[in-house]
């Protein structure tokens, strides 16, 4: 009994870890990172380097773990090893160039330049240009000399030799392994996401606020896990079929998890919930509701938690036990079998769990393999007999490549941001030398650290707000570890690596964390080389805000791009998605010809993502304005609502010709292009405001059609839940039209 419990808060552990480091990218990056620099340190250790060239040596050590960037072994090796002659040639061109200052200033210039244009090459480009800066700067760091180069040669050799045995044996990654890992967090977020909709379920007045919030936030991890499985499929498998069919499956779990949620959030109150987002900031969230208490509740609790299960256990631990049963009469109630005497609602929250549970049954097959079918009920059977279908389905289609129009010259991002971040550079130079004869070159590295993945001037400028509240809070932090560790020189390292870890670790969730270990990292660095004093770390915030500064002014000034340029093209670029999505799936609802949905679904996530990344300057709290603020923050979630209904009729689509209770109606092709119309017309009042484009508005989706209405549906549960989405879709695009000042116009009868 205790070795299942064991077992029990081991797997919950595992579940936990998985969904809260999807992938274990981070953990990895971390672990792969400190393994390198123990290992660097270590051998330079027993060969009686002093501290100066073990610094070194976990420094290169460091870099030649983090700049590669590729996701195939073989590609990595080929990087590491063209990155050791780029590494001697930088750190020699460091040390030849220390005495002359002008000179070396230009280089470094230059360098920097380049660094950042060999970005257009792709992966390897970034790596061997971040390598290169790297170097340079471990060379400054150390203050190189000739004589001591062989020293240095020997130290950054045996440093990428420690990077390559962390990489390929002790931390190893194979992109299989990732994709596999990242399925296993996909299954754990959606089970958290039932657990919180559970919670929803049962959240008095007085809670549903924190219940409905944590419901977002599952949802939105749920789909951020679904585009890193999406982005990691091309080198995880090798079987395209296998690919889509996974795609798909993951698509499928997704769509019926969301609306899973919105229909217990229509059991919570009488009004159609239309998106989790609820748009507008301080929107009213349903908390005046009771909970749903009906006597059908005890049996929707244990529906959920049966579902939860189904989503976790492995296909060998359920064929003919009792959670086989159960998970039957969860697919029975697709069929309306078992359905509870309840209000209209709830019957429709038991439709929504045999969805979700058919979509889990899908996910398992497609993760796990087939299982014993022996006891299978007739629901069972015909959703394994859709499921079947799907899959001969997907095996046959082949993916479309479309080529996009790429811009050339100083139009090119890496030539713009080369250009900006060297013209940069070169005002921090300056700066810092007039600040630190001796610490100028940590304005440089903050101005170079800032242009990383930053598009617009607005995030150049977040992103240099969080370096410089990093910097200040790690300088406090750097104070307080140089006065407890002395000059313990072995504690100091220990201290250096945890905050080596903490910094991989935390750099996708939070840039100002980073930033705060990195320079309680370099405090302990300076207690190492015997050069730290209050006054250099003092220092290190005046050079990090002057090249913060000189970062943002070269991003205004030269070659600008305007947060609200940069936001219109995302936001253009979103609609185009969005529109061709609808398109295409309305075209197939009404019997053209099969075309690929989900990569189109895929790209409108990837695009709306993107979106949502570049209003981050408009939505940060240091936003001056927050009417701009609030309407970045409306457009976003209402963009939201339009991308989760046209996924959901893209998922729908995809079933045609093969889904036996699904059939074409050549009249949906009328509604949609009303839609494409409207989405069309606010693109094009982005891109042209003084442009005569207008959106339409007319009778209901369900009016056009006949009979029925949407309140009381004459039509089959696919059928109406397909105008059900065309419906709520042409809604949201109509209220798209508003705040962005498109002419709303009432369409004649």
């Given at each position: 009994m205790r070795t299942a419990a064991g077992r029990s808060v081991r797997a919950e552990l595992r579940e936990r870890l998985a969904a809260s480091d999807p992938g274990l990218l981070r953990l990895a990056a971390g672990l792969r990172t400190v393994v390198a620099v123990v290992l660097a340190l270590t051998a330079l250790s027993l060969l009686g380097a002093?501290?100066?060239?073990?610094?070194?040596?976990?420094?290169?050590?460091?870099?030649?773990?983090?700049?590669?960037?590729?996701?195939?072994?073989?590609?990595?090796?080929?990087?590491?090893?063209?990155?050791?002659?780029?590494?001697?040639?930088?750190?020699?061109?460091?040390?030849?160039?220390?005495?002359?200052?002008?000179?070396?200033?230009?280089?470094f210039v230059a360098l920097i330049f380049c660094a950042v244009y060999v970005r257009r090459y792709g992966d390897r480009g970034t790596t061997l240009g971040l390598i290169a800066f790297q170097v340079y700067f471990l060379s400054l760091f150390v203050h190189a000399t000739v004589p001591a180069l062989p020293a240095l040669y020997g130290t950054i050799v045996l440093a990428f030799l420690c990077s390559a045995l962390a990489r390929f044996v002790l931390v190893p990654g194979t992109p299989a392994g990732t994709l596999?890992?990242?399925?296993?967090?996909?299954?754990?977020?959606?089970?958290?996401?039932?657990?919180a909709q559970t919670e929803l379920l049962d959240a008095g007045p007085e809670e549903v606020d924190k219940v409905l919030t944590e419901v977002r936030d599952r949802t939105a991890r749920l789909h951020e896990t679904a585009l890193m499985i999406q982005s990691r499929l091309p080198d995880g498998t090798s079987d395209e079929a296998a690919a889509r069919l996974l795609q798909r499956?993951?698509?499928?779990?997704?769509i019926a998890a969301e609306r899973l949620g919105l229909l217990l959030l229509t059991a919570r109150r009488a009004e159609r919930a239309d998106t989790l987002t609820l748009h507008l900031p301080g929107a009213p969230l349903p908390g005046g509701e009771l909970p749903v208490r009906d006597e059908s509740a005890a049996e929707l609790r244990r529906a959920l938690a049966t579902l939860r299960l189904l989503v976790l256990r492995l296909v060998s631990e359920d064929a003919g036990s009792t959670l086989s049963q159960l998970r039957n009469r969860l697919l029975g109630y697709r069929e309306e079998e078992n359905l509870p005497d309840?209000?209209?609602?709830?019957?429709?929250?038991?439709?929504?769990?045999?969805?979700?549970?058919?979509?889990?049954?899908?996910?398992?097959?497609?993760?796990?393999?087939?299982?014993?079918?022996?006891?299978?009920?007739?629901?069972?059977?015909r959703s394994r007999e859709e499921l079947e279908a799907e899959d001969a389905a997907l095996a046959g289609e082949e993916g479309e490549g479309k080529a996009e129009e790429k811009p050339t010259g100083l139009r090119r991002p890496t030539t713009r941001a080369a250009v900006q971040v060297s013209v940069g550079s070169a005002l921090a130079i300056v700066g810092g030398e007039l600040l630190s004869s001796h610490r100028w070159y940590w304005a440089v590295l903050t101005c170079w650290i800032v242009f990383i993945n930053t598009e617009s001037t607005g995030e150049i400028l977040v992103k240099g707000y969080r370096r410089l509240v990093g910097t200040v809070f790690g300088v406090v932090a750097g104070i307080g570890l140089a006065g407890l560790v002395g000059h313990h020189t072995w504690t100091t390292f220990a201290l250096v690596l945890l905050c080596i870890f903490a910094m991989f670790y935390t750099a996708p969730l939070s840039y100002t964390l980073m930033s705060f270990f990195v320079t309680a990292m370099l405090g302990l660095l300076y207690t190492l080389l015997n050069t730290y004093s209050m006054s250099v770390l003092m220092v290190r915030v005046a050079e990090t805000a002057l090249g913060a500064a000189c970062g943002i002014f070269a991003a205004a000034v030269v070659l600008p791009v305007q947060t609200d340029r940069r936001t219109s093209e995302l936001l253009i670029g979103a609609l185009d998605r969005l529109a061709d999505v609808t398109r295409a799936a309305v075209d197939q609802l009404s019997g053209g010809p099969p075309t690929d949905l989900l990569d189109r679904a895929r790209e409108l996530d990837q695009a709306l993502d993107d979106l949502s990344s570049s209003t981050?300057?408009?939505?940060?709290?240091?936003a001056p304005q927050r009417s701009r603020r609030d309407t970045a923050r409306y457009v976003v979630a209402l963009l939201e609502t339009c991308a989760y209904h046209a996924r959901a009729l893209a998922a729908t689509a995809e079933l045609l010709p093969e889904h036996p209770s699904i059939a074409a109606d050549a009249r949906l092709r009328v509604v949609g292009q009303r839609i494409v119309h409207n989405i069309e017309a606010i693109a094009g009042h982005v891109a042209e405001p003084c442009g005569a484009s207008e959106v339409e508005t007319g009778p209901s989706i369900a009016s056009v059609l006949r009979p029925g209405t949407l309140a009381a549906p004459h039509y089959d549960r696919v059928t109406d839940r397909v105008l059900r989405h065309l419906q709520r879709l042409d809604e949201a695009v109509v209220g798209l039209a508003r705040p962005l000042g498109v002419p709303v116009a009432q369409r004649k009868k």
């Open positions: 002093d501290p100066t060239h073990l610094v070194a040596g976990a420094m290169a050590a460091m870099a030649a773990t983090f700049a590669v960037r590729e996701k195939q072994r073989a590609r990595q090796a080929v990087t590491l090893a063209l990155g050791v002659p780029v590494a001697l040639a930088s750190v020699s061109l460091g040390a030849v160039l220390h005495s002359h200052v002008v000179v070396g200033d230009l280089y596999d890992r990242l399925r296993r967090a996909f299954r754990a977020r959606l089970a958290q996401l039932i657990e499956r993951i698509a499928d779990a997704e309840a209000p209209p609602a709830v019957q429709d929250v038991f439709r929504g769990i045999g969805e979700a549970a058919r979509a889990v049954l899908g996910l398992r097959i497609a993760l796990d393999g087939r299982q014993d079918e022996s006891g299978d009920t007739p629901a069972t059977a981050q300057p408009l939505t940060h709290p240091i």
